[in-house]
T-cell receptor, first 115, second 114 residues
């Protein structure tokens, strides 16, 4: 069975500093995709970054980068130069390996950026 | 390019009543997903459509739940005889098949059953 684990219920970071949000996953399938989504208090899930299991390089999107360590089955999100608007819930997700491509989410990490 | 929209954004209903939610996906997306998110948890998959065909239903989707996607456009999720345990955020997402890209989520419908 596939599973996503996020062990940090809450994190604080000072504005303009970098922060790492942890995510570990479990799957027996060699082909999978990993996603990070941001959920502000408004409720909408906002896509941040994607990493495919066969991608050779770590994904980056602006201030977001994904530290993909395949052997450790970890896919940590790094946010550089934190901004007050980064305060939100962050979810790590894995795309299912069946034809549904449904997403399997972790329990999330609440990030609070301090001014 | 308009995003995924959901209606209503909030719904308060009494236990035992029926409720229906609507989701309008991004127009060229032929896959549509429904998820449920309870407080403090990540979203959980409920069901999905490829065009108008409902291809998978989670065990979370009891007999009181039904979803449709007529003509492969918008989708509705109906809950009959609501229970307090149905209180949650119901999220809709759409994507291009075969789902290589990300799923785009709507703002969700927050249901409160009193």
């Amino acid at each position: 069975a596939q599973k996503i684990t996020q062990t940090q219920p809450g994190m604080f970071v000072q504005e303009k500093e970098a922060v790492t949000l942890d995510c570990t996953y479990d799957t027996s399938d060699p082909s999978y995709g990993l996603f990070w989504y941001k959920q502000p208090s408004s409720g909408e899930m906002i896509f941040l970054i994607y990493q495919g299991s066969y991608d050779q390089q770590n994904a980056t999107e602006g201030r977001y980068s994904l530290n993909f360590q395949k052997a450790r089955k970890s896919a940590n999100l790094v946010i550089s130069a934190s901004q007050l608007g980064d305060s939100a819930m962050y979810f790590c997700a894995m795309r299912g390996t069946d034809s549904s491509y449904k997403l399997i989410f972790g329990s999330g990490t609440r990030l609070l950026v301090r001014p | 390019d308009t995003g995924v929209s959901q209606d209503p954004r909030h719904k308060i209903t009494k236990r035992g009543q029926n409720v229906t939610f609507r989701c309008d996906p991004i127009s060229e997306h032929n896959r549509l997903y429904w998820y449920r998110q309870t407080l403090g948890q990540g979203p959980e998959f409920l069901t999905y459509f490829q065009n108008e065909a409902q291809l998978e239903k989670s065990r979370l989707l009891s007999d009181r739940f039904s979803a449709e996607r007529p003509k492969g456009s918008f989708s509705t999720l109906e809950i009959q005889r609501t229970e307090q345990g149905d209180s949650a955020m119901y999220l809709c997402a759409s994507s291009l098949a075969p789902g290589v890209g990300e799923q785009y989520f709507g703002p969700g419908t927050r249901l409160t059953v009193t």
